[in-house]
C-alpha cells in the first residue's frame, strides 16, 4: 500500500500562511525574473490564468479583479516543504520525496483505519505548518496518485467525485464498483505517466478514460507505446510495478542557468556569473558524491528581441574527474572565454556538469601542472557547512564578485520576507 501527501497550490500557500489577508484573493507566484506565472491561487485559477502565463500578459488584472503577483521566494518554499515532508513521513514507516510538495508513503505494515490516520497527518501538517494538502490511498503508486487528484478536486470542484473522497481517498476502502466508477470519471490525460503527446494519441484510439487505459491489454500497449506505459496500465489494475525509492538516486547531469535580470554585453560579469553558476554546481555534485568529467558551458541572447542574434556553447573536457569548486569554476570562466564575442546583449548563460562518476573512484596520473592534484576535498567540505550554516554566498571564490554588485542578477522586486530562513525576517508579534 501506498500514499500520496501533496500540498494545495504550494507556493502560493506558503505565500499565505505568513499573509492570511491572502487568503481566497486571486495570487500567483512568478518565475525567475517575474517572467510567468508558476503556482496560483484557487482565486486565480478561476479568472483562467494558465500556468506558465506571461506576467507582462496578466499584469492587467491587477487593476481590473485585484490580482497579486509575487515574486518566487523558494527559501521559503524549501524550508517550508521541509517541515510538511517531516510530518508527512508520520504516516507510514518509509517515505519518498517527490518533489518539493509530493511525497509517496509506503504504508506496508500499518495498523489500522488508513484513512482516519491520513485525516490526522493531514489535521496536523494544517495545523502545525498552515499547509492544506490531499492524499491519496492506494496499492499501487499510480493508483495513489490518482486516489490524489480525486481528493483534490472533489474539494475544488464539487460534484467531479464523491463529496465522501474529498481530502482524503483510498482506492482500498473502495467498492469493486466505487472503484470502476472513480476510474470512468477520470479523464486519460489525468493518469500519472501519461504525458500530453501519448494522451492524444490515446484519444484517438477511443481512450478517453483511465478505466478505458486500465482495460487495454499490456503487451499490446507496450508494443505500441513503450514499457513505461505498459507498466502505468499494469499499476491501474493493481499491480504493483514502481518500487518507493527511500533514497534519490544521483542525478546523471548537474546544471545550473539563469536568466539575466537585464541584459549583459560585456566579459566581466559574464566571469562572475560563470563563477557564481560553477560554484553552486559543485556544491550540488559533491552533495550527492560525484566527480564531473566534463563541463558545458553556453550562453546566448533573447530569442524574443531584435537581431543581432548570439547562441553558443562549448564542451570543456577535466584532465581527471573533480568536485573542486576552484577547478570547475577555472573550466568555466576558460570556457567562457572561448564562446565570448563582444556586441551582443545576452539574456541567459549556464554551466553543465557531465558524465558524472562516483567520488570513490580516483583517477591516479601524472600531475602536469604544480598543485594540480592536490586534495582539497577537506576544504570544499568546510566551505558547504559554512554555507549551509550561515546562509549562501558565506564563503564564495572572488571571481563572482560582490552580489550587491552583480549586473546580472535576477529581478525579484516582488519578493516577500524570508520569514523561516532568515534572522532578520522572522515575524515579530507586538501588543
Known sequence: MFALVDGNNFYATCETVFRPALAGRPLVVLSNNDGCAVAR???????GIKMG??????????????LIGLSANFPLYGDMSNRMMSLAAGLGPTQ????IDESFIGLDGVRGDLVERAHKIRARILQWV?????????????????ANHVAKSAERK??????????????????????????????????????????????????NTAWDLARLDPATVRRRWSVVLERTVRELRGQSCIPLEDAPSNKKQIAVTRSFGRSVSELGPMLEAMSEFASRAGEKLRKQGSFASQVYVFAHTSPFRPPPQFSRGVMVPLRR?????ALLVATAIEGMRRIYEPGYQLAKCGVMLLDLVESSLYQAELDLEPGEGRDQSHLMSTIDQLNRRFGKRTVFVGSAGVPQAHEWAMRQERRTPQYTTRLSDVPVARA
Open 41 to 47: 491561487s484557487e482565486a486565480a485559477k478561476a479568472l
Open 53 to 66: 502565463a506571461p506576467w507582462f500578459q496578466i499584469a492587467g488584472l491587477v487593476e481590473s479583479d485585484g
Open 96 to 99: 519518498e520525496i517527490y518533489s
Open 130 to 146: 498552515g499547509i492544506p494538502c490531499g492524499i491519496g490511498i492506494g496499492g499501487t503508486k499510480t493508483l495513489a496518485k490518482l
Open 158 to 207: 464539487p460534484g467531479s467525485y464523491p463529496a465522501n473522497l474529498a481530502r482524503v481517498c483510498s482506492f482500498a476502502a473502495m467498492s469493486v464498483d466505487e472503484q470502476h466508477a472513480v476510474l470512468q470519471a477520470t479523464a486519460v490525460g489525468d493518469v500519472w505517466g501519461v504525458g500530453r503527446r501519448i494522451g492524444a494519441q490515446l484519444k484517438e484510439g477511443g481512450v
Open 321 to 325: 574527474p573533480t568536485a573542486d569548486s
